[in-house]
């Protein structure tokens, strides 16, 4: 089972501005944020980590496990894709030692330059993985992440991006999905229909807003299916704090 997800989570009259069928473009991701926390947030590296540390808890687990995975394996060479802030990132960093490299990728340019301005220690390129490729960089990379970025791609472009990381000689790709469909979100998505039948009956126009399309909500078998498509086989799955699926891809 899939389904479009939707947000509201940015300044609803900046969003409704926007094409809410459409995925946001990097454009519109960079007003948006650049509007929101640019001037809050994005004022400093103490602002930064001020912000997004509450937000890190729930993801320690997952650092953990990737940070014993890079160290068990040996991995030297990783990226990140869709990283935002690069908060995780930096954190991956510091728990490392530093003689890894760690590349972080984003395609909204202002989460880009904040990030090279504020974490240094390592590199932050703009990459859009339904466009670019990975000869922008210069790097074989041993191991490929995703903080929950993979679920914005539609199916062809998930296979495609996953194909290519596996041509070009990423050893080992894992994929942390929070946006991930459990059996009640499956039951719930079911029953969806008649709920939203009753919820047009009660509320006003300017309720109906449902938000703006930001990616696909993907059961396990839906996930496995695409692993396979591309040509990954599936070493571990795991459920890690706010990850409800983590797949180790080899
Ligand atoms: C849910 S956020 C996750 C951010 C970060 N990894 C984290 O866990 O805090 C998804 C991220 O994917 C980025 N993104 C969306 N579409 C993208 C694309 N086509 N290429 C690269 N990044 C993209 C967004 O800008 C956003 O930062």
């Keep these: ?26 454009k519109e991701s960079e007003e948006l944020i650049e509007i929101e926390l640019g001037r809050s947030v994005f004022r400093s590296k103490e602002s930064v980590l001020e912000y997004y540390l509450p937000k890190c808890f729930s993801k320690f687990e997952a650092l953990e496990f990737l940070k014993n995975r890079i160290e068990e394996e040996k991995y030297q060479n990783i990226i990140s894709f869709g990283s935002g802030s690069s908060v995780l990132e930096y954190l991956l960093y510091l728990s490392l030692s530093k003689d890894k490299n760690i590349v972080s990728s984003e395609f909204n340019n202002f989460y880009v330059e904040k990030s090279n301005e504020f974490f240094p220690e390592f590199l932050t390129i703009q990459f ?114 706010v990850y409800k699926f983590c797949a180790v891809l080899n």
């Design 1 to 26: 089972m899939k389904r479009r997800l939707y947000t509201k989570s940015y300044d609803i009259n900046e969003l409704t501005k926007l094409d809410s069928e459409k995925l946001f473009t990097a």
């Design 128 to 241: 859009d993985f339904t466009k670019d490729t990975l000869s922008k960089v210069d790097t074989n990379f041993d191991i490929a992440v995703f903080f929950c970025s993979s679920y914005v791609m539609d199916d062809d472009e998930f296979i495609n991006f996953f194909k290519h990381l596996k041509s070009e000689g990423v050893k080992e790709i894992i994929d942390f999905d929070s946006a991930f469909m459990t059996k009640t979100t499956q039951f719930k998505n079911a029953i969806r229909p008649i709920i939203e039948v009753a919820k047009k009956f009660k509320s006003t126009t300017s309720d109906n807003f449902e938000g703006k399309f930001h990616g696909y909500s993907r059961s396990r078998k839906e996930l496995l299916n695409l692993y396979k498509e591309s040509g990954w086989l599936v070493k571990k799955e795991l459920t890690l704090g």
